[in-house]
């Protein structure tokens, strides 16, 4: 079953568990039954076609195979990755493979990370960090198309999927934009369907671990922090903050760091939120470096930090959220002018 096709199936058995109030449960029962039966016999027939002329070392259960066949099947003959290796992580809302590369990659291995289909993510959540971003399309360009902004904007099933899409694809332009500016990001090789290929972190027998599952000693933890700060310099250069940045966003691997994980980027210039969600970026790291003996007040550092761009941190209100009649929310204006 092609992605499309999955996430048809998966929007119709929402709808059919919301219901109207005339069709009884047992109706509803019976025809997630059915479908659940077409889906899985689907699934079965698109992972044995594609496998056909891509196979690989890992052994995925099933519906995991179909689902990895369907999202690296066009990596795969762009010669990206040549073989999936083992899954490294497994998250709610991606799953990292280890992968062999392909002729197009001079590294030994790469990472594939994959996207779960849209329909088993919850874009609710994703709504504080999108204030102030243009959608993009697969190719990572701004949207313009009326259609896509009209679908989008409707929240139909159309829109949610190009929302899901563009989610996808800020994490991989960001990622390109800091790799060229010089942080400490894996260099992303290519992007499809709901698939990012970068460098993989760590070596043929062990993924680098997270940051937070390290102790550093005295010294290193000192170099280290400076290099995150530097980093989080970097990101606000280029207008943008990480969003969801602690030390389980860092990467650790031969005394060396990579900040991983934007696709909830924050755009500083555009959001409501950006100061907050800075600051909280700022506290989180302080937290972790803190434990390992570095003096760090985050409140000051973030401010620091942020006025050195030229932002103020003052909790700041964009305009269109203020209403011009309403006394106090003019004198805020005012104030914030």
């Not at 998250?91 to 289909?117: F, M, N, Q, T, W």
């Not at 697969?138 to 009209?150: F, R």
């Not at 940045?245 to 980027?265: C, E, R």
């Not at 755009?267 to 800075?278: E, K, Q, R, T």
Request: with cysteine; net charge negative.
């Amino acid at each position: 079953m092609s992605k499309n096709q999955l996430l048809e199936y998966l929007e119709e058995l929402d709808e059919s568990s919301a219901g109207n109030s005339h069709v009884s449960q047992k109706r509803v029962s019976q025809k997630r039954e059915s479908k659940k039966q077409e889906m899985d016999a689907r699934l079965f027939i698109r992972a044995q076609e594609i496998s056909q002329k891509f196979q690989f070392t890992y052994k995925a259960a099933r519906f995991e195979e179909a689902w990895l066949l369907d999202s690296l099947v066009e990596i795969a003959d762009h010669q990206w990755i040549s073989d999936v290796l083992r899954k490294v992580k497994a998250g709610k809302e991606a799953s990292v493979y280890l992968c062999k590369s392909g002729d197009e990659v001079d590294l030994p291995y790469v990472a594939a990370k994959i996207y779960r289909p849209r329909a088993l993510r919850n874009l609710k959540n994703d709504a504080e960090y999108r204030v102030g971003r243009v959608d993009l399309g697969p190719d990572g360009a701004a949207l313009w198309k009326e259609a896509d902004v009209h679908a989008i904007a409707k929240r139909t099933s159309y829109g949610e999927e190009v929302r899901h899409s563009s989610w996808i694809a800020y994490e991989f332009k960001t990622l390109e934009l800091l790799y060229a500016a010089g942080a400490d990001v894996p260099k992303p090789y290519a992007m499809e369907k709901n698939a990012i290929v970068m460098d993989f972190v760590g070596d043929a027998a062990t993924a680098a671990p997270a940051l937070n599952a390290i102790s550093l000693d005295l010294d290193e933890a000192k170099i280290l922090f400076d290099r995150v700060i530097r980093n989080i310099e970097i990101m606000l250069a280029n207008n943008c903050i990480h969003g969801d940045l602690s030390a389980y966003n860092i990467l650790y691997w031969d005394g060396g760091i990579k900040l991983i994980d934007f696709p909830q980027v924050v755009l500083p210039d555009g959001n409501p939120s950006a100061w907050n969600i800075f600051q909280r970026d700022v506290t989180r790291v302080c937290d972790y470096f803190s434990a390992q003996g570095i003096r760090c007040g985050a409140r000051k550092l973030a401010s620091d930090l942020w006025t050195a761009r030229g932002y103020s941190a003052a909790k700041q209100i964009h305009p269109k959220y203020l209403d011009p009649e309403n006394p106090e929310d003019r004198r805020l204006w005012e104030q914030q002018g």
